[in-house]
């Protein structure tokens, strides 16, 4: 992210020895440091919370996606079922067709035997 080098890390520190003084020096490097370990906690702290939300997002996700299949499994159901009725009303119907013939028939061959 940033390019520091020695050069650069020298040149700051010659100038915090100049502007804070050589007594106070100590006490801000250990202020700043105790910043730096709150800031970096915070960030790691930010990071579980979003790597929860995403877990808790992708678990969202596998309980909808598992709704949405219960809900195919319950259409498919009814499908079948609708299929089996039409079957069904399709042979008594052909079972019907087939008798009315056979009883047509019946008639016809008592009739030109008269």
């Not at 915090?16 to 370990?37: D, M, N, Q």
């Not at 960030?43 to 678990?59: L, M, N, V």
Request: charged content about 30%.
């Amino acid at each position: 992210m940033f390019d520091i080098g020695f050069p650069e890390l020298v040149v700051v520190s010659v100038v915090a020895l100049l502007v804070i003084g050589p007594e106070k020096l100590p006490e801000t490097i250990r202020t700043i440091s105790l910043w730096i370990g709150r800031v970096q906690r915070s960030f790691a702290s930010i990071r579980r919370e979003i790597e929860t939300e995403i877990g808790a997002d992708e678990i969202r996700q596998q309980l909808h996606n598992e709704s949405i299949m219960k809900e195919l499994e319950e259409t498919k159901n009814t499908l079948q079922q609708a299929g089996q009725d039409v079957r069904s009303t399709i042979s008594s119907t052909v079972e019907s067709v087939e008798s009315s013939i056979k009883t047509e028939a019946s008639k016809s061959r008592t009739k030109d035997n008269d």
